[in-house]
């Protein structure tokens, strides 16, 4: 069956070094990705994506690397903040018969920065 | 302003009584979606509706009902048919076909 899962359930840095957040999924059909961030108490708030014909995208100072291969994506943070620490979430979606739209989601990454 | 709202933020609510939930948005998106989360989980699919007066059931569908009368509104009812009700409830939209979803603040559900 489906699956999107990440690696660690926490992940502590110290302020100013790059965070790398991992996550796997199982289905070879899914085309898109997404990655969001959630904060205690507050919805999740979108961070980038990235389609399955890219293998990086970049925004501001973050970085989405998507590997088919293995099935494996992560997100990239640069020069970590303090007011990065939330969890963060991806998502895949795939555009198989009669899905449009649906995202399955991941469990979450605590991620602690440290001052 | 653009955006979605739920409302109320915390709820409380006593063992078999129903409740619900509400959401709106003024994005003018054709797609909304509630989901649960529990402590420490990811986000579980309860119901989601790609067009007005039209629904489908997520992989947590049991013990919950929704009605989408208006674009812009998609109430989630908690009845007593949920074992275990007390959690985080969100709500999203989207673009029909668009992979992007806009989450809404979240309602924390907690019976007594």
């Known amino acids: 069956g489906e699956s999107v899962g990440l690696h660690l359930p926490t992940l502590s840095v110290q302020e100013g070094d790059n965070s790398i957040i991992n996550c796997a999924y199982s289905n070879s059909a899914s085309d898109y990705f997404i990655w969001y961030k959630q904060e205690s108490g507050k919805g999740p708030q979108f961070i980038i994506d990235i389609r399955s014909n890219m293998d990086k995208r970049q925004g501001q100072r973050v970085t989405v690397l998507l590997n088919k291969t293995v099935k494996h994506l992560s997100l990239q943070i640069a020069a970590t903040q303090p007011g990065d620490s939330a969890v963060y979430f991806c998502a895949e979606n795939h555009h198989g018969s009669g899905n449009t739209g649906k995202l399955i989601f991941g469990q979450g990454t605590t991620l602690q920065v440290k001052p | 302003d653009g955006g979605i709202t739920q409302s109320p933020k915390y709820l409380f609510r006593k063992e078999g009584q129903n409740v619900t939930l509400s959401c709106e948005q003024n994005?003018?998106?054709?797609?909304m979606y509630w989901y649960r989360q529990d402590p420490g989980q990811g986000l579980r699919l309860i119901y989601y509706?790609?067009?007005?007066?039209?629904?489908q059931k997520g992989d947590i569908a049991e013990g919950y009902s929704v009605s989408r009368e208006k674009k812009e509104s998609f109430p989630l009812t908690v009845t007593s048919a949920q074992k275990n009700p007390t959690a985080f409830y969100l709500c999203a939209s989207s673009m029909f076909g668009d992979n992007e979803q806009f989450f809404g603040p979240g309602t924390r559900l907690t019976v007594l």
């Open positions: 509706s790609q067009i007005v007066n039209d629904f």
């Open positions: 994005l003018n998106h054709d797609a």
